[in-house]
Structures are given as structure tokens and as C-alpha cells.
């Protein structure tokens, strides 16, 4: 028996090469493939069109069992302490930086995916309110406060830091 030959070369089984996906693309597939296995794993399963923010919430309070931020609780002798000099029985939790990070893609993702914007439960309020919490606390616990990041302007050829809504406000 002949084996069937394509004539131009190329196999007739094997797929079209996809394209190289970034990392920040193959960790949002990632994550999204993620969320969606542990809303099938919930007693009863949740279909992602029926998936809201409190589902969102418990995979984040869920994913704290992996995590690997020490989370000085109150009564510890380490709480407040930037550099605490010995171990402590503080639960380990997800850094509030991995969980803003996560957010960010799985909101990404839930609208790439064909969910309407105004109806994304990774962009509720309830969403930020958790992790405003989450930022506070581990910086208490830390005894290290929080401050934003303010960004830097970009200085043009003269050495002159340009901005968009200055140049906007003076009619130029």
C-alpha cells in the first residue's frame, strides 16, 4: 500500500505551526486555564458565564495555601518587623503583588474570551476593596507602608520633561 503523499511536501497530518506566544500571554492562558479547572472542581461545578466575584475571591483566598509570603499575624512577635530575625508559625500566603498581577490577566483574559466588560467579575469593585485589604495588611505585618510608585516623566532632547496634558491645556 502507497502512503499518501501530499504534493507539495508538506505532511497532511501535521498541524500549521502556531506562533511563539509571549510570556505574558502563555501565563495568562495559564492562569485563565487555572481558574477555570477550579470552578470545574467546585461541588457543585460553575460554568464560567455563571462565574461572579465571589468566585473570584475564593480562588484568591484558595491560592494562599500555595504562597510563599510570610503574613505575621498579630499576637507574633515578629508582627511589624521588616528583617524579623528568627522563624515564626505565621502562615505563608500569596504576595498581594502576585494576586494584583493575576487579576490584571485574568481580567485580560475573561474579555478576550468573549466576556462583556461590564459584566467581568475580575474587574469588580469587591475585587480591588480585597486587594487594597491584602496590600495593607502584609504591610503592616511587614511594618513596612505602602507607597505608590509615581511615574517617571520622559525628559525630551532638550532635558525637559514632557507631558501630554500640559501641552494639551495650553492649546499647543
Known sequence: MMPNIDPSGEGTSAPPPRPQLSRYESQKRRDWNTFGQYLQNQRPAVALPQCNYSHVLDFMRYL?????????????????????VG???????????????????L????EENGGAPETNPFANGAIR????????SQATARGIPYKKKKRKRKK????????FHQMQSSGI
Open 64 to 84: 494562599d495555601q500555595f504562597g510563599k509570603t510570610k503574613v505575621h499575624i498579630h499576637g507574633c512577635v515578629f508582627f511589624g518587623q521588616p528583617d524579623p
Open 107 to 110: 481580567r485580560a483574559a475573561y
Open 129 to 136: 476593596v480585597y486587594l487594597r485589604d491584602v496590600r495593607d
Open 156 to 163: 525630551n532632547s532638550e532635558g525637559v520633561a514632557s507631558n
Open 87 to 105: 522563624p515564626c508559625t505565621c502562615p505563608l500566603k500569596q504576595a498581594w503583588g502576585s494576586l494584583d498581577a493575576l487579576m490584571g490577566r
